[in-house]
């Protein structure tokens, strides 16, 4: 169950059946109250194919947004989601796919959106594809986030 302050934006429960849960379709949230937990320099982090710091498993891995640690996914020895539950660090971003996770919020966040994202998600994209990641404008973002909303309420 999620947490309070962490929120998505509005759907109607037409446009969730289509493009929700059931569709298998996520929408990652533009905001959480767990960003200041972020690690204050999230410049330096570990190379994207660094292995699991506790089983050495080199795939899969996440890096802990707190801490800097790098841990296995919940697939292989669930070493992130242990560490999560022993530490209470919440915000994790994927080697994989460089998403970003919340446990506390069960939800996955929106690095496009969430501006306190955009730099470890640089640095981690440099790392992994050796470019900047493509940002869109966030002007354009929030344009287009304001009309969804008022087309939803039509």
Known sequence: MAEKGCSASGWDAEAEELYGA??????????CD???????????????????????HPAENWLCLSCKDVLCCRFINKHMLSHHQET???LAL?????????????????V???WQLRPVYEVAHLLKFGQS???????????????ESSSSRS
């Not at 200041?36 to 999230?42: Q, R, T, Y």
């Not at 796919?97 to 069960?106: I, K, Q």
């Not at 990641?133 to 009309?147: M, N, V, W």
């Open 22 to 31: 059931e569709s298998g379709w996520v929408e990652a949230r533009t905001s």
């Open 34 to 56: 767990h960003l200041p937990s972020l690690s204050s320099d999230l410049s330096h982090i570990p190379v994207p194919d660094s292995p699991c710091t506790r089983c050495h």
């Open 88 to 90: 209470g660090h919440c």
């Open 94 to 110: 994927s080697f994989s796919d460089l998403s970003v996770w919340c446990f506390a919020c069960e939800a996955y966040l929106d």
């Open 112 to 114: 496009q959106m969430i």
């Open 133 to 147: 990641p493509p940002f869109r404008a966030l002007e354009s973002l929030q344009l287009s986030t304001q009309s």
